[in-house]
């Protein structure tokens, strides 16, 4: 076993993965409002264990989502008007 290959030797790098930023944002964002809403639901238990300050946790998740959200949209966007303007 060598562990280290002079570079005439090496492979190409594969080409990187395509993923979709969005999906993964969504799928977090959404795991949160669920999380929210329970807590909502166990508002009450929650006060009395001294764990309501996950409430103001699960919201603050949800809006860090959405502004993630909303920043993957606009890197999203200048993506494809730079592509655009390279294909004209």
Not at 12 to 38: F, I, M
Not at 57 to 66: E, K, P, S, T
Request: charge should be positive; hydrophobic fraction near 55%; include cysteine.
């Amino acid at each position: 076993m060598r562990l280290w290959l002079p570079e005439a030797d090496r492979r190409p790098d594969p080409a990187p993965a395509r993923a979709d930023a969005r999906k993964a944002v969504l799928a977090g964002t959404a795991l949160w409002l669920v999380a929210l809403v329970v807590c909502l639901l166990l508002r009450d238990a929650l006060a009395s264990s001294g764990l309501e300050w996950l409430i103001w946790a699960c919201a603050v998740g949800l809006l860090i989502g959405v502004a993630a959200l909303a920043v993957v949209q606009a890197i999203r966007r200048r993506r494809n008007r730079q592509g655009a303007g390279a294909s004209s």
